[in-house]
């Protein structure tokens, strides 16, 4: 059977959707030393950074690759317009290119840091595998830039970006699709209640329980 007949029934369907629930639910959140995190915690910690790197004239930055490059630019664009939040994403195809032909597409976001980022900015940095060059020399770039940092990684747990960041969401899984609509989702909550979004008590899928 090829692929293209391939078909799914409604248990297959809940298995994936439950699968993808339990990366989310078992998020791994670290410090830069290390420390495990409360979910939530962390989840204020960079509600805060936030706020006060906007506050103050400061402003988000995301870099990603591939699908991770998407949720940067989705990202960027959402926190600007709904949450208020200054923020951009270093995915200009011009940029891109040129520093990629010139300095080696390792140097890509690094440099654009180099030249836009200042003190007090917060370098959110994505990479489903936390091991993409381009990613931890803009982590490094930042670091030098004195900038916050905050990381989204999966696959591996001792991956290299795993240890870069003062916060660290780690998702533990080995398939694209879940590492990347985790890291989607976890973006997208913070955003969620940056702009005072909540759910209702009680408002939760059938068979669900609060923790």
Known sequence: MSKLDFHVDSRELRRYFMTLSDALTQTAVTSASGDALDMAEAVNRVMADARRAHTAGNKLVFVGNGGSAAIASHMATDYSKNGNVRSLALNDSSMLTCLGNDLGYDRVFAKQIELHARPGDVVVAISSSG?????????????AAKCAVVTFSGFKADNPLRRLGDINFYIDS????????GHL???????????????????LPAGATAA
């Open 185 to 203: 989702t976890i973006c997208h909550a913070i955003l969620d209640f940056i702009c005072g979004l909540r759910n209702p008590e009680g408002a």
């Open 131 to 143: 091991s993409s060059a381009n990613i931890l020399n803009a982590v490094q770039a930042a670091r």
């Open 174 to 181: 080995d398939r694209y699709g879940y590492v990347e609509i």
